[in-house]
């Protein structure tokens, strides 16, 4: 995304006097966390409703956990810890580590 954002700015000031202003949300941004719990908690509700196994209760259900995987600490761990429960973060030994 870092990539594409610098394209995008470059050529917009190129061609407009007035700078390019933006608000940027990306990790390791909490919101970035709480949105895809979010967006997970509607999956599992409409998921449930084409199921009729799901013990007489109806409703979303809060998550008990939720990984992180990543192989960034500064990134993707940091960003886990900052949104907090249920999110659990896994540094992996891969790429950026």
């Known amino acids: ?3 594409f954002r610098i394209a995008l700015e470059s050529i917009f000031n190129r061609i407009n006097p007035k700078g390019l202003e933006y608000v940027s949300y990306g ?3 909490p919101f970035v ?8 908690s509607q999956t599992q509700s409409s ?3 084409d199921h009729s ?3 007489g209760v109806c409703g979303s259900h809060p998550f008990e956990t939720l990984y992180m995987i990543g192989d960034n600490p500064s990134v993707d761990i940091k960003g886990a810890q ?3 429960h ?3 973060s896994i540094l992996t030994r891969t ?3």
């Open 33 to 40: 966390f709480k949105n895809a719990e979010a967006i997970l």
């Open 47 to 49: 998921s449930s409703l």
């Open 53 to 55: 196994e799901n013990n």
């Open 82 to 84: 900052q949104a907090g």
């Open 1 to 3: 995304m870092g990539a």
């Open 95 to 97: 790429g950026v580590f």
């Open 86 to 88: 249920p999110w659990f």
């Open 27 to 29: 990790k390791p941004n």
